[in-house]
């Protein structure tokens, strides 16, 4: 049986995968390169196959630990794999939207653009601090992602706002826009997922 130490070097590299995921996602977007579809779905692949050897390790850890403190830290260490593994459902989530952008040559407007890579480099930073956690396996280092929590959530309404008034205007296509409120709601839900995983690794300490 798999020890919690060498458990918790795998979802360092669990976590790793997911940023690199994100990375892609968003360099297609930016690139209308579908060609990085591959990468990305080959890197959910492995995020999918550690999320299930890691949760079975996991359950395996918490059954033969004595201590109440050890199954909590375990339990802890089983909601951020599974965190982390929706990280990846929502970087193939985008790249579908992705993918119909360029299919359909929608085009969204400049400040669409960076509104969008505003709060796709906020999430980055996000995913970043939580891998360079797990990595050094010093759970304190996440205390950003939690300060950042209120400031996430009002740049999304406000870019969505932003958005519809676009859409009123005329500036982009309802279809562009839809495409666009998917990949904000997408990404507020990335960003979601990280601080949850920051709230448990400080739980962990």
């Known amino acids: 049986m798999q020890d919690l130490e060498s458990v918790k070097i795998k ?6 995968q997911a940023l690199e995921m994100w990375k892609l996602t968003h360099e297609a977007f ?11 779905l080959a890197k959910e692949n492995i995020l999918n196959q550690l999320e299930k ?4 390790q996991l359950i395996e850890l918490g059954r033969c630990s ?4 050890e199954r909590e830290k375990v339990t802890r260490y089983a909601d951020i794999v599974a965190d982390i593994e929706l990280v990846g459902d929502y970087c193939k989530d985008i790249l579908e939207r992705v993918e119909i952008k360029i299919q ?14 505003e709060l796709y480099k906020k999430t980055e930073e996000a995913l970043a601090e939580i891998a360079a ?19 996430i959530d009002k740049l ?25 409120l998917n990949m904000l ?21």
């Open 133 to 151: 956690a797990l990595d050094a396996d010093k759970p304190g280092l996440v205390k950003e992602v939690i300060k950042e929590e209120e400031h």
């Open 11 to 16: 979802i360092a590299e669990m976590a790793r």
């Open 185 to 205: 709601d997408f990404t507020a839900a990335v960003y979601y997922h990280a601080k949850k995983i920051a709230r448990n690794l400080l739980k962990v300490k």
């Open 66 to 69: 004595a201590q109440k403190s």
């Open 156 to 180: 999304v309404d406000k870019y969505r706002q932003y958005h519809n008034q676009r859409l009123i205007e005329g500036i982009c296509s309802p279809l562009g826009c839809n495409m666009f």
């Open 30 to 40: 930016m690139e209308h390169d579908l060609d990085i579809l591959a990468d990305v």
């Open 53 to 56: 050897e890691l949760t079975a």
């Open 104 to 117: 359909e040559k929608l085009l969204f407007s400049d400040d669409a653009v960076s509104e969008y890579n």
